[in-house]
Nanobody
Framework: QVQLAESGGGLVQAGGSLRLSCAAS????????MGWFRQAPGKERDFVAA????????DYADSVKGRFTISRDNAKNTVYLQMNSLKPEDTAVYYC????????????????????WGQGTQVTVSS
């Protein structure tokens, strides 16, 4: 079992930056691949970024590539999402998630395969 808790969301102007954090509990956290997803009101939850258990491989949605950076510090049981050059269309609730099968399948974008989820943190980007 892993418990996840996001923080760092808020209101920012277009072009600004935010860093989201996801604090995890559980001794097996370091063996899980991790992902970030986001969901705007009335919209589907979409993949944003993912990172392997070691942090050696990363994957990004095309909409955020070059602007967002996912990272992790396993010693602190924390995953981060650095968001730069934010756009109004980035406005959403952002969720972190853990994929316990990542050791078998590698990075995955399908939210249905993720096993543990945080409660989400709101990011609002004004124009």
């Amino acid at each position: 079992q892993v418990q996840l808790a996001e923080s760092g969301g808020g209101l920012v102007q277009a072009g600004g930056s935010l860093r989201l954090s996801c604090a995890a509990s559980g001794r097996t956290f370091s063996n899980y691949n991790m992902g970030w997803f986001r969901q705007a009101p009335g919209k589907e939850r979409d993949f944003v970024a993912a990172i392997t258990w070691s942090g050696s491989t990363r994957d990004y949605a095309d909409s955020v590539k070059g602007r967002f950076t996912i990272s992790r510090d396993n010693a602190k049981n924390t995953v981060y999402l650095q968001m730069n050059s934010l756009k109004p269309e980035d406005t959403a609730v952002y969720y972190c998630a853990a994929d316990k099968e990542g050791l078998y399948f590698g990075l995955r974008r399908n939210m249905k395969v993720y096993d543990y989820w945080g409660q989400g943190t709101q990011v609002t980007v004004s124009s």
